[in-house]
């Protein structure tokens, strides 16, 4: 672990222990420059979630990091997904991480650049009920479960004709998966790998042998109606910077080690239309 790893824990928990604000309050804070009001979904490995309550990962450590350089004090919401977008849009939070491109999310959130992850998407069966997987076809006949408002590629975001289930996580996914309730769910190489090592799953749970092609780029966005609006030029040089001196890549090491140094973006290169959170 990296020296800029360790010293960031204590940024880490400095943000964290400063308490999370109510609702009625957020408009004072968001005129208080001082702050760096994020909001996040528990979601394995950028934000992880242990058994007495307490969130690390990927993403809360880079916000520590962006907050500190910004000279501002992180401020830290969590919430459901589906909320989180609705926090953004609305303007009650400055930032939300995890984020993946969609034209009709850019109209409520600035995309800073370069991204500072990628995740692809992949689709799950049950070994117990060995489904065929091998191209898009495939799918048809079968329940798949997804997460609601996530977005994955095209054409299974919009395709109507796929019989699909929507839950809250990953995680409530392969349970229903592990049940033998769906016949498949797509996720995040990310998140559902992580869930299938934390739960022991490696010989129940496995990946069908489909691919998508696409590869889902992964950013940090700023709500339009936030204050941080007139610093996105000074936010997207801190991403920058912080991918030059390699402490994304030894944020990736720590928290996601199977991850190739190859697939962590260095440079601003996508307006990548396949999300996945």
């Given at each position: 672990m990296s020296v800029a790893v360790l010293c960031l824990g204590l940024l880490v928990g400095g943000a964290l222990s400063s308490g999370v604000?109510?609702?009625h309050e957020r408009q004072s804070q968001h005129t208080d420059s001082g702050l760096l009001i994020a909001a996040f979904s528990v979601w394995e490995p950028f934000v992880i979630e242990d058994e007495d309550g307490s969130r690390h990962g990927i993403d809360v450590a880079l916000l520590a990091a962006i907050a500190n350089r910004l000279g501002l004090q992180l401020d830290l919401h969590p919430c459901p997904w589906r909320r989180c977008l609705k926090n953004l849009e609305d303007g009650d939070i400055d930032v939300l991480t995890s984020f993946a491109y969609t034209e009709e999310r850019a109209q409520f959130a600035h995309y800073i650049k370069p991204p500072y992850s990628q995740v692809t998407p992949v689709f799950y069966i049950n070994r117990e009920n060995p489904v065929l997987i091998e191209e898009y076809n495939d799918l048809r006949n079968l329940t798949v479960g997804a997460v609601v408002?996530?977005?994955y590629f095209e054409p299974f975001d919009s395709d109507t004709s796929l019989d699909k289930f929507e839950a809250g996580s990953e995680t409530i996914l392969l349970r229903m998966l592990t049940a033998n309730r769906l016949d498949a769910i797509v996720g995040s190489d990310s998140n559902a790998d992580f869930e299938i090592r934390r739960n022991h799953?490696?010989?129940?749970?496995?990946?069908a042998p489909f691919r998508s092609g696409h590869n889902n780029d992964i950013h940090l966005a700023v709500s339009r109606k936030s204050p941080l609006m007139s610093r996105t030029d000074q936010i997207?040089?801190?991403m920058q910077d912080l991918l030059d001196e390699g402490f994304?890549?030894?944020?990736?090491?720590?928290?996601?080690?199977d991850k190739s140094p190859e697939d962590t973006p260095q440079s601003a290169q996508s307006d990548s239309p396949q999300p996945n959170q």
């Open positions: 604000a109510h609702a408002d996530s977005r799953l490696e010989d129940t749970i496995i990946k997207a040089e801190i994304v890549a030894s944020l990736h090491k720590l928290y996601w080690p």
